[in-house]
């Protein structure tokens, strides 16, 4: 993987807001933040999206997501936030590091704005069970 921003945040070549440091999972305030308390969180795991990274770092993030949330939600004041987490280019990622963004919304408005296209399910059946067939697959 080549190194990202995060690699040098991570290795300490770059400061950081940190918020929480554990042996698998950082989590620090976005530079660029949508909304006050805008918090990125990282595996210490090089992958560059999600379908690469390991079980182990995977559930790291995971215990970590919903305490770090609460903590954004209890510094800010705000009531509701966003989870995002984006891979490839196309899906609008801009570091190929792993990240989730805790992003606030608060009541002034500040926050993630989104449109949602929804379209028809057509192949229901036959897709749940093509994603089920490599839904097992350990990494």
């Given at each position: 993987?080549a190194?990202?921003i995060?690699?040098?945040?991570?290795?300490?070549d770059i400061?950081?807001?940190r918020v929480?440091?554990?042996?698998?999972?950082?989590?620090?305030?976005?530079?660029n933040?949508?909304?006050?308390?805008?918090?990125?969180?990282?595996?210490?795991?090089?992958?560059?999206s999600?379908?690469?990274?390991?079980?182990?770092?995977?559930?790291a993030?995971?215990?970590?997501?919903?305490?770090?949330?609460?903590?954004v939600?209890?510094?800010?004041?705000?009531?509701?936030f966003n989870i995002l987490?984006?891979?490839g280019?196309?899906?609008?990622?801009?570091?190929?590091?792993v990240?989730f963004?805790?992003?606030?919304?608060?009541a002034?408005?500040?926050?993630?704005e989104?449109?949602?296209?929804?379209?028809?399910l057509?192949?229901?059946?036959?897709?749940?069970?093509?994603i089920a067939?490599?839904?097992?697959v350990?990494?």
């Amino acid at each position: 993987m080549a190194e990202t921003i995060f690699t040098k945040i991570l290795r300490g070549d770059i400061p950081c807001h940190r918020v929480y440091e554990d042996d698998h999972v950082l989590a620090f305030l976005d530079i660029n933040p949508i909304a006050r308390g805008h918090t990125l969180v990282i595996p210490k795991e090089a992958a560059a999206s999600l379908d690469q990274l390991s079980d182990d770092s995977a559930a790291a993030i995971g215990r970590v997501l919903p305490r770090i949330a609460r903590a954004v939600l209890a510094a800010t004041g705000a009531t509701n936030f966003n989870i995002l987490q984006n891979n490839g280019a196309p899906a609008h990622q801009a570091v190929f590091h792993v990240h989730f963004h805790i992003i606030p919304k608060h009541a002034d408005g500040s926050g993630l704005e989104m449109e949602w296209n929804a379209g028809q399910l057509h192949d229901g059946a036959a897709l749940a069970t093509a994603i089920a067939a490599h839904a097992t697959v350990p990494r």
